[in-house]
Structures are given as C-alpha cells and as structure tokens.
C-alpha cells in the first residue's frame, strides 16, 4: 500500500532533487506547486500560504522534509513540521545534498530541520524524538538507490513514533 505523504523542502535549490526523489514511486505525494502558481499562493501572503499547506496535508499520513543546505530553519519549513506533528502525521527527515541537481552538482550538507522546532511543555526539540536520514552513499545513483530501498519503512517507522510520542 502506498503511503500518502507530504514533502517539504526548499523549493529553488532543492526542486530537481526533490523530483528525483518524489520519482521513487513507492509513496504517493501532493503535487508540488508551479512557479506561477507559487508566485499566486504567495502573493496572497501568509494567509493564503497557510490555507495551501493545510489543504496539501489533507489525507496524508506522513510529513518528509527532503533536507538541502539551507532547508533548516526556514519560516515555512518550520510551520510545515510543526503542523504536521500537530496534526498526528508521521514526520521524518532525508538528507538530499548528495542527490544531483539540473547541473548534476552535489551540494554541501544542511542542518538537520528538526533541530530547529520544538515539542510539548519541556520544548523539547522534535529532533530528539523523530529521526532524520543521511544515506551513506556518496553518490547520487547510491543515495537515490538507498533512499529507495529504504524509504517505506522510514515512513512507518516515522508514523509509529509519532502515535506513541
């Protein structure tokens, strides 16, 4: 069965390698939104971005933050995190900075995002609690193979965590 699943990433570095990812086909994501379209979603402000989250998140059970270099503590990956966690859905994070872009570049390894939200009255940080991934592969064929091979159990192993935290 495929999971339904939410991805949350940084959009201009990170879309190539999102979509390369996004390709592994064993889990069925929202659709990403076009630049036009993100340019409208946008220009309605925060408002209008929040509505598109929350409508983005609707039937799914997972949340996975696809982790570049600069995804980590960014206003809307934060809010993403923290809704998906509130809303009881699985959260897990995957390091993609060895996924190629456009280019075929690697990029540099970013923090991990979950570091940066907290949880419950002790604030604990999410980080603590769910798990984030680096492949250890240092290619690209070898990251997207193991991401691959791994991927559906992460999620159930993300949705498990979240139902006993």
């Not at 879309?15 to 379209?37: F, L, M």
């Not at 059970?61 to 696809?66: K, M, Q, S």
């Not at 604990?124 to 991927?151: E, H, M, Q, W």
């Amino acid at each position: 069965m495929a999971r339904k699943c939410f991805y949350s990433f940084h959009y201009q570095p990170d879309n190539w390698r999102v979509s390369k990812i996004r390709n592994i086909g064993t889990i069925e994501g929202n659709k990403p939104a076009k630049d036009n379209d993100w340019e409208t979603i946008t220009g309605g402000g925060d408002k209008k971005i929040k509505e598109w989250i929350e409508d983005q998140m609707k039937g799914r059970t997972c949340t996975i933050i696809l982790a570049g270099s600069n995804t980590a503590n960014r206003k809307w990956i934060n809010y993403e995190i923290v809704q998906a966690w509130d809303k009881g859905m699985g959260v897990l994070v995957i390091f993609i900075h060895n996924i190629t872009d456009a280019k075929e570049e690697q990029c540099t390894k970013g923090a991990n995002p979950l570091y940066y939200v907290t949880h419950g009255p002790s604030k604990n940080r999410l980080s603590t609690i769910a798990k984030a991934y680096d492949p250890p592969r240092t290619t690209s064929k070898g990251v997207y193979a193991y991401i691959s091979d791994n991927i559906d159990a992460w999620i159930e192993d993300a949705i498990k965590i979240r139902k006993e935290n």
